[in-house]
């Protein structure tokens, strides 16, 4: 089955930091540019971060520019979501998706593929 494992999520203190991975189960992750999302219960899914194959093009939501840096070693099959300064609304289950089709929304959900079951990530005091 193809899709991705997130890990590394966890509960933390507002201000601290955590780096979620991403990894593909049954593809190669250099072809693909890559997502992160981000999702409350009785919200919509929100794209949080960008990379394109070779990590020389990155997008940020605007929530989260400053703070939070996405990378990738595709020499090891797997993707990064730095997160710094964490505030209590940064709470949510985060998953990364490869892009399938090209609308010109870096963070328009249905041109992504391949979820996997996410990480919880907690910021609480």
């Known amino acids: 089955q193809l899709q991705f494992v997130e890990s590394g999520g966890g509960l933390v203190q507002p201000g601290e930091s955590l780096r979620l991975s991403c990894a593909p189960s049954?593809?190669?992750?250099?072809?693909?540019?890559i997502a992160w999302f981000r999702k409350v219960p009785r919200k919509e899914r929100e794209g949080v971060s960008y990379i394109s194959r070779t990590g020389n093009i990155t997008n940020y939501a605007d929530s989260v520019k400053g703070r939070f840096t996405i990378s990738r070693d595709n020499a090891k099959n797997t993707a990064y979501l730095q997160m710094n300064s964490l505030k209590p609304e940064d709470t949510a289950t985060y998953y990364c998706?490869?892009?399938?089709?090209?609308?010109?929304?870096?963070?328009?959900?249905?041109?992504?593929?391949?979820w996997g079951l996410g990480t919880q990530v907690t910021v609480s005091s």
């Open positions: 998706a490869r892009r399938r089709y090209y609308t010109g929304d870096y963070f328009r959900s249905q041109d992504y593929e391949f």
């Open positions: 049954g593809f190669v992750l250099a072809y693909w540019e």
